[in-house]
C-alpha cells in the first residue's frame, strides 16, 4: 500500500492552456474523488467515481473541467482553457467499498495559473 | 446540503497548554463528522471520526473531540500540546446516507510555540 500518488505536484501555466492532472488511488480502491483547495479556504468537492462511473459532479465543475477514470483504476483531471481563477491545489482522494470508508487523500497537484 | 463553521482562522498557544479547535456544523440531516490534520508539505490525514456510539471520540496521538448533536458542534481538544501538533486542522461533514462525500470547513492553523 504505497498511498494515493498525484502526478505532476506542481504545474505552472499560462491562461488559455489546457492542463491534465493524474491521479492514482490505492490499489482495490473502487471510489475515487477530487477536492479543491484554494487559499485559505478547505477543501472543496469537484466529483467523484465508483470504478469508472463517474456518480457525481459539484456545480464548481464547469465546463471546461472534466474528469475521467478508465477502466477503474488511475484517474484524470483536465481542464482546458485556463483561468487565473483555476490557481488552486487540485486533491484526489480514494476509499474503498460501499457505505461510509475512510478517504485517503493524495499530496496534491498546485496549479498556477499566470 | 451541509456546512461548516471554524470559526477560529489561527490558534497560537505555548507547548504544554491546553488547546480546543472549534467546529461547528449545519446538515439537515443525520452526519458523520471528521477532524483532518495537514502537516506542512503533506496531503490530509484522517485525525479523528464520529459515525455513531459514544459521543466522545480519541485519536492516538491525545486529540478528542465530542459530538454535541443539541449544539451541533464537534470540537476538537488536547489537554497538552507539542510542538509536532503545529499544523493545519479541518473539521469535516458528511451525510450519514450512503457514500461519503465530505464538506469541510476552512480550517484552523494551530500554531505551537516553545
Known amino acids: 500500500d504505497t498511498g494515493v500518488s498525484q502526478d505532476p505536484r506542481h504545474k505552472i501555466t499560462k491562461r488559455g492552456q489546457n492542463v491534465t492532472f493524474r491521479c492514482d488511488p490505492i490499489s482495490e480502491h473502487n471510489r475515487l474523488y477530487w477536492y479543491r483547495q484554494t487559499l485559505g479556504q478547505g477543501p472543496e468537492f469537484l466529483t467523484y467515481f465508483q470504478n469508472e462511473a463517474q456518480l457525481e459532479k459539484s456545480r464548481l465543475l464547469s465546463d471546461r473541467f472534466s474528469a475521467e477514470r478508465p477502466k477503474g483504476s488511475f484517474s484524470t483531471l483536465e481542464i482546458q482553457r485556463t483561468e487565473q481563477g483555476d490557481s488552486a491545489m487540485y486533491l484526489c482522494a480514494s476509499s474503498r467499498g460501499q457505505g461510509l470508508y475512510e478517504q485517503y487523500f493524495g499530496p496534491g497537484t498546485r496549479l498556477t495559473v499566470t | 446540503a451541509q456546512s461548516v463553521t471554524q470559526l477560529d482562522s489561527q490558534v497560537p498557544v505555548f507547548e504544554e497548554a491546553p488547546v480546543e479547535l472549534r467546529c461547528n456544523y449545519s446538515?439537515?440531516?443525520?452526519?458523520?463528522l471528521f477532524w483532518y490534520v495537514q502537516y506542512p508539505n503533506q496531503g490530509l490525514q484522517l485525525l479523528l471520526k464520529y459515525l455513531s456510539g459514544s459521543t466522545l471520540v480519541e485519536s492516538i496521538n491525545g486529540f478528542e473531540a465530542e459530538f454535541n448533536k443539541s449544539q451541533t458542534s464537534f470540537h476538537l481538544r488536547k489537554p497538552s500540546v507539542h510542538i509536532s501538533d503545529t499544523a493545519e486542522y479541518f473539521c469535516?461533514?458528511?451525510?450519514?446516507?450512503?457514500?461519503?462525500?465530505?464538506?469541510f470547513g476552512k480550517g484552523t492553523m494551530l500554531l505551537v510555540s516553545p
Open positions: 469535516a461533514v458528511s451525510a450519514n446516507s450512503g457514500y461519503s462525500t465530505l464538506t
Open positions: 446538515s439537515s440531516v443525520s452526519v458523520y
